[in-house]
T-cell receptor, first 116, second 114 residues
Framework: AQSVTQLGSHVSVSEGALVLLRCNYS??????LFWYVQYPNQGLQLLLK??????LVKGINGFEAEFKKSETSFHLTKPSAHMSDAAEYFC??????????????FGTGTRLQVTL | KAGVTQTPRYLIKTRGQQVTLSCSPI?????VSWYQQTPGQGLQFLFE???????NKGNFPGRFSGRQFSNSRSEMNVSTLELGDSALYLC?????????????FGPGTRLTVT
């Protein structure tokens, strides 16, 4: 079964500082990988996805993530944090089987706090 | 394109009652998935419908059921509500075929069971 681990339930950074949110997956075959963001009282917004093309994936709002097979990781980064980035971030995984690729398994989430 | 819409946004029900939640996917999307989000269990997959057929199912009791209509709109039903069913229920849609599995989520329905 697929699983994903997000290290750090809370991360605090200063505005303008680097954002690094960690995600490791458990799968013998590289899965599809996603990062979502959730603002209070809202649904999930897709930030970026890795399917099998370039290992460095660029997403919306200046975020990017790098797929590293050797480390089974898909960490999310942003060079310079903005106050509006404060939210909860979820890493998710699904397998590549056509019949089950729509079944997402989520990590426990990381709440990002951005301070002045 | 309009996004995924869910109705109602908020619901308050009593234990033992049943509830039906509705989801309208993005136009052209044939796959609709449902997730439950709670503080204790996080985000958990309930089930997925594709072309009116349940294609995947999570580990939830039979009280949770769903269906999909020919226009891809989906409903989920929870019977005999329990206090533990209080949660944010999220619907997501996708094209659902090879190479196009990214899911787009609606705003959710907040269900409170008293």
């Amino acid at each position: 079964a697929q699983s994903v681990t997000q290290l750090g339930s809370h991360v605090s950074v200063s505005e303008g500082a680097l954002v690094l949110l960690r995600c490791n997956y458990s799968s013998s075959v590289p899965p599809y990988l996603f990062w979502y963001v959730q603002y209070p009282n809202q649904g999930l917004q897709l930030l970026l996805k890795y399917t099998s093309a370039a290992t460095l994936v660029k997403g919306i709002n200046g975020f990017e993530a790098e797929f590293k097979k050797s480390e089974t990781s898909f960490h999310l980064t942003k060079p310079s944090a903005h106050m509006s980035d404060a939210a909860e971030y979820f890493c998710a995984v699904s397998d590549r089987n056509t019949g089950t690729a729509s079944k997402l398994t989520f990590g426990t989430g990381t709440r990002l706090q951005v301070t002045l | 394109k309009a996004g995924v819409t869910q109705t109602p946004r908020y619901l308050i029900k009593t234990r033992g009652q049943q509830v039906t939640l509705s989801c309208s996917p993005i136009s052209g999307h044939r796959s609709v998935s449902w997730y439950q989000q709670t503080p204790g269990q996080g985000l958990q997959f309930l089930f997925e419908y594709f072309s009116e057929t349940q294609r995947n199912k999570g580990n939830f009791p039979g009280r949770f059921s769903g269906r999909q209509f020919s226009n891809s709109r989906s409903e989920m039903n929870v019977s005999t509500l329990e206090l533990g069913d209080s949660a944010l229920y999220l619907c997501a849609s996708s094209l659902g075929w090879q190479g196009s599995y990214e899911q787009y989520f609606g705003p959710g329905t907040r269900l409170t069971v008293t």
